[in-house]
Nanobody
């Protein structure tokens, strides 16, 4: 089981990026997928989570207050991918971003992740 985050880069303040979380070895749609970030010298923090859409009409999402209204999660089950659309980016969004799962179907907080992907660097700077 492997997760991989990708899509990071350098963007100016106010710009947008879309991160992708892909998986090998399991079907992402069965599990809630969380995104975390860690800035230099800071603790890792939970950013957002999308629940499994299995058995429901739509997946539910949670967002940290710091990104609410600017970030949006979505799933493409055909591609076994979860996307994190990041808009109106700020310098304080600069961090390495990781996707992870606790292999549960619903979002239940930021602890207890079983699998982590390698991170992708997001740098917001003019």
């Amino acid at each position: 089981v492997q997760l991989q985050a990708s899509g990071g880069g350098l963007v100016q303040p106010g710009g947008s990026l879309r991160l992708s979380c892909t998986a090998s070895g399991f079907n992402l749609d069965y599990y809630a997928i969380s995104w975390f970030r860690q800035a230099p010298g800071k603790k890792r923090e939970g950013v957002s989570c999308i629940s499994s859409s299995i058995g429901s009409s739509d997946a539910s999402t949670n967002y940290a207050n710091s990104v609410k209204g600017r970030f949006a999660l979505s799933r493409d089950n055909a591609k076994n991918t979860v996307y994190l659309q990041m808009n109106s980016l700020k310098p304080e969004d600069t961090a390495v971003y990781y996707c992870a799962t606790d292999t549960l179907s619903n979002c239940r907080g930021w602890s207890g992740m079983d699998f982590w992907g390698k991170g992708t660097q997001v740098t917001v700077s003019s």
